[in-house]
């Protein structure tokens, strides 16, 4: 019968300073990945198959920052928030973001529209389910 044996209970230790910061650390590392990734992919799509020049390096960069930078606050400030909140801020910046990317393609408002709400809704539920089941 081992697989009914009781195992060890983990010690809780209360967070200190230094996790905090490695927490803070680890989320700005993923933004600053992730606006990275953001920042190539929107340049590639605002080249249009021409020559690279300063003015799509500089987009690159601009958009980048700009999700890393809301990226990084979303993290910061979103656990403090309600879960149904938390999950619904992933869900619109998730929207906003991936129909501001289709929009780049130059194909219409109203598909951009409807990416960016499909993106959004099935970000938010996903982030709600999580949220939900992970609950404190």
């Known amino acids: ?42 340049a590639f799509i605002k080249r249009q198959m021409g020559p690279v020049d300063a003015g799509n390096v500089f987009y690159g960069i601009l958009c980048g920052a700009l999700f890393a930078a809301c990226m990084f606050a979303l993290a910061r400030v979103g656990p403090r928030l309600k879960r149904e909140v938390h999950a619904a801020a992933y869900g619109v910046f998730a929207g906003i973001a991936a129909g501001y990317l289709h929009s780049l393609t130059n194909s219409s408002v109203l598909r951009a529209t409807g990416i960016g709400l499909a993106v959004g809704a099935g970000v938010g539920i996903v982030a709600f389910y999580r949220y939900y089941t992970r609950e404190d």
């Open 1 to 42: 019968m081992a697989h009914a044996a009781p195992t060890a209970h983990r010690r809780h230790r209360p967070r200190t300073s230094a996790d905090v910061d490695h927490t803070s650390r680890n989320s700005l590392i993923r933004a600053l990945a992730l606006g990275l990734v953001y920042g190539v992919w929107a």
